[in-house]
């Protein structure tokens, strides 16, 4: 079987430390879940998935992992994600805590059926 080579988020994952990685690669994993077929790669010098439209960033850094969901996703989970940093489009992960799976898991899917559906209305107009 051939070996895949690295793609840009790859070598992107593979510059934090081990237990950044695993958390980067377990969001990377539930994004792409959520969106089958989503289109990976760096935009802003970080990951970036295209599904349908914009779909999501996110990024690691010294204490946190950053998610950037759009607005919407934002306020769509305004109250599940009022125990982390947040702002109009991103909220903060402490890398000390473990990843909201679950949350992070709905937020994917939400903005990806909410992409599924302008994608669908703009192709009737």
């Known amino acids: 079987m051939a070996k895949k080579s690295a793609n840009a988020v790859d070598l992107y994952i593979a510059d934090f430390p081990k237990e950044t990685q695993q958390k980067l690669q377990q969001l990377r994993e539930i994004i792409l879940e959520a969106a089958p077929g989503a289109e990976e790669k760096l935009s802003y010098k970080m990951p970036y998935y295209s599904y349908h439209g914009r779909l ?7 204490h946190h992992i950053g998610l950037y969901p759009m607005a919407s996703g934002i306020t769509k989970f305004k109250k599940e994600i009022s125990g982390y940093k947040n702002a109009k489009g991103s909220v903060q992960f402490p890398l000390d805590e473990p990843l909201p799976v679950k949350l992070i898991r709905k937020m994917m899917v939400f903005r990806a059926k909410e992409n599924l559906k302008k994608e669908s209305c703009i192709s009737k107009m």
Request: charged share 15%; net charge positive.
């Open 56 to 62: 999501v960033y996110f990024a690691g850094y010294k």
